[in-house]
């Protein structure tokens, strides 16, 4: 069973690029389609980006100019990175994977990013 | 733009079934698979259905997933509720590979 972890600052000042990676074991990060979620505090889930076929991302539109998605095959690690942060962008993030054989999906812990001003 | 709309709240007593559901407008529901999420009280949301249908390893069968193309909408379905099944409950699909929610449905088990 594939399993994530979030890791990242946990608070951000406002303005600056919140940087978050998940690290992927129990399984090849290749198997596996990738998505960050969010969920502000109190509120709903909040869907951030997707990288799927042939590498192939799709962004929240909202967000999609402030984002910045990678992988790292040789670590097994993707990323997420979001410039220009304000006190909205205060929320659990989360990590999934999708399996690309089976379509599971599986979820990290998440991690609370606060973001001061 | 394809959207998802889930009651806010549903409330049923141990042992009986509840159905929540998650209608789309703005496209056909039956054109991407929907997924539902789990997420108890301060925990992590867990995929209790994908595909439609299909329940991860470890779901309880008292738990299924359907789709009605009549009335574009899925329904999560748990059967014998329990205690334990109260939490807020989010259904996901896709629109061009772009993810959507529902907004969520608080199931209250009493």
């Known amino acids: 069973q594939v399993q994530l972890q979030e890791s990242g600052p946990g608070l951000v000042k406002a303005s600056e690029t919140l940087s978050l990676t998940c690290n992927v074991s129990?399984?090849?990060?290749?198997?596996?389609?990738r998505s960050w979620i969010r969920q502000p505090p109190g509120m709903g889930l909040e869907w951030i980006v997707y990288?799927?076929?042939?590498?192939?991302?799709n962004y929240n539109p909202s967000l999609e100019s402030r984002v910045t998605m990678s992988i790292d095959t040789s670590k097994n690690q993707f990323s997420l990175e979001l410039s220009s942060v304000t006190a909205a962008d205060t929320a659990v993030y989360y990590c999934?994977?999708?399996?690309?054989?089976?379509?599971?999906?599986?979820w990290g812990q998440g991690t609370l990013v606060n973001v001061s001003s | 733009n394809f959207m998802l709309a889930q009651p806010h709240s549903v409330s049923e007593s141990p042992g009986r079934t509840v159905s929540i559901s998650c209608t789309g407008s703005g496209g056909s529901i039956a054109n991407n698979y929907v997924q539902w999420y789990q997420q108890r009280p301060g925990s992590t949301p867990t995929t209790v259905i994908y595909?439609?249908?299909?329940?991860p390893s470890g779901v309880p069968d008292r738990f299924s997933g359907s789709i009605d193309s009549s009335s574009n909408s899925a329904s999560l379905t748990i059967s014998g509720l329990k205690t334990e099944d109260e939490a807020d409950y989010y259904c996901?699909?896709?629109?061009?590979?772009?993810?959507?929610f529902g907004g969520g449905t608080q199931l209250t088990v009493l």
């Open positions: 129990g399984g090849s990060i290749s198997n596996y389609y």
């Open positions: 999934v994977v999708t399996n690309i054989v089976t379509g599971d999906l599986s």
């Open positions: 996901q699909s896709y629109d061009n590979n772009n993810w959507v």
């Open positions: 595909e439609d249908t299909r329940r």
């Open positions: 990288m799927h076929y042939a590498e192939s991302t």
